[in-house]
């Protein structure tokens, strides 16, 4: 098995980490964490595949949770059933991108879980 030592493959390998590590933007900042890579997937999608396949995953997951969120906070007056979902909501957000970041640092693909698919 031969190993490539491209200085370009490993740019790209840490700029798809920090795609994935930059969601956290959300827990200081409300849009960060959906800009941040949003900006870089449009930038670079076209010079490598996987900047283009983990943004893909990135920006559905990031969709999906913003849209979880939105259902849950009616969800608040049943029971208190929204809060629940909102405290879920924020320990996905705050542990997937993690996984992801980890996946992605090893050359690894991470499919996001629970994640709708809107950009295909």
Known sequence: MEVINDSNTKSNNQLVVIMHLSQLLNLVS???????????????????????????????FQITMFIAAIVAIP???LFGLGILMLIGIGLLTLIIPI?????????EFFEYPFTLQFIK
Not at 31 to 36: F, K, M
Not at 38 to 50: M, N
Not at 99 to 107: C, E, R, T, V, W
């Open 30 to 60: 409300g849009l960060g964490g959906i800009i941040v890579p949003l900006v870089i997937w449009l930038s670079q999608r076209e010079r490598d595949t996987a900047i283009d396949d983990h943004g893909k995953q990135i920006l559905n």
């Open 75 to 77: 969800c608040i007056f």
């Open 99 to 107: 996984i992801g970041g980890i996946k992605a640092s090893n050359n």
